[in-house]
T-cell receptor
Framework: DGGITQSPKYLFRKEGQNVTLSCEQNLNHDAMYWYRQDPGQGLRLIYY???????QKGDIAEGYSVSREKKESFPLTVTSAQKNPTAFYLC??????????FGSGTRLTVV | QKEVEQNSGPLSVPEGAIASLNCTYSDRGSQSFFWYRQYSGKSPELIMFIYSNGDKEDGRFTAQLNKASQYVSLLIRDSQPSDSATYLC???????????FGRGTSLIVHP
């Protein structure tokens, strides 16, 4: 079955540590996205990619980095520069301009 | 002025009633409109999309688009307690294939 897989489901980060969130899709979608969701804040776009080896910053890219070396994969690294990383991170994919298929999300907590 | 606005709710309706969720948007050139359902602690799921003026029906769900008045609505007939969730409206603003999300409306269907 086609879908989009995020891992891990829960992640704990120590101060000053970089962590990487995985996102893989087998829907053959060109576009992939990363969002952050905080309680009461709605979805905020971090990065997006329309094609392999190309990506653009979203509204809150500071402290995050991404890569798109394969069509199926779009990992997100939360760097130590991100001062308030505790949130629910959502990866999504779509055909260009179409509705999103979301992954199940990763809950990141700073310890 | 926010680009996509939704009443945060909660909207409370009795089981079996029609739930009406509304979304207004600011850009008259918006092309595509999406409704997502998000259960507490879970990721959003696409439930409806609409591109043309008028109504689009899918089972108990009807999306209504009025471009002249710049609103899109989601009607849920015969509401069930399992429909209790947050409903996110997303709009592709003119010139962008990245949707702008509203903050969502919380729906509670009580037995």
């Amino acid at each position: 079955d086609g879908g989009i897989t995020q891992s891990p489901k829960y992640l704990f980060r120590k101060e000053g540590q970089n962590v990487t969130l995985s996102c893989e899709q087998n829907l053959n979608h060109d576009a992939m996205y990363w969002y952050r969701q905080d309680p009461g804040q709605g979805l905020r776009l971090i990065y997006y990619s329309q094609i392999v080896n190309d990506f653009q910053k979203g509204d809150i890219a500071e402290g995050y980095s991404v890569s798109r070396e394969k069509k199926e994969s779009f990992p997100l690294t939360v760097t130590s520069a991100q001062k308030n990383p505790t949130a629910f991170y959502l990866c999504a994919s779509s055909i260009t301009g179409g509705g999103y298929t979301f992954g199940s999300g990763t809950r990141l907590t700073v310890v | 002025q926010k680009e996509v606005e939704q009443n945060s709710g909660p909207l409370s309706v009795p089981e079996g009633a029609i739930a009406s969720l509304n979304c207004t948007y600011s850009d008259r050139g918006s092309q595509s409109f999406f409704w997502y359902r998000q259960y507490s602690g879970k990721s959003p799921e696409l439930i409806m999309f609409i591109y043309s003026n008028g109504d689009k029906e899918d089972g108990r769900f009807t999306a209504q688009l009025n471009k002249a008045s710049q609103y899109v609505s989601l009607l849920i007939r015969d509401s069930q307690p399992s429909d209790s969730a947050t409903y996110l409206c997303a709009v592709n603003i003119r010139g962008s294939y990245i949707p702008t999300f509203g903050r969502g409306t919380s729906l509670i269907v009580h037995p």
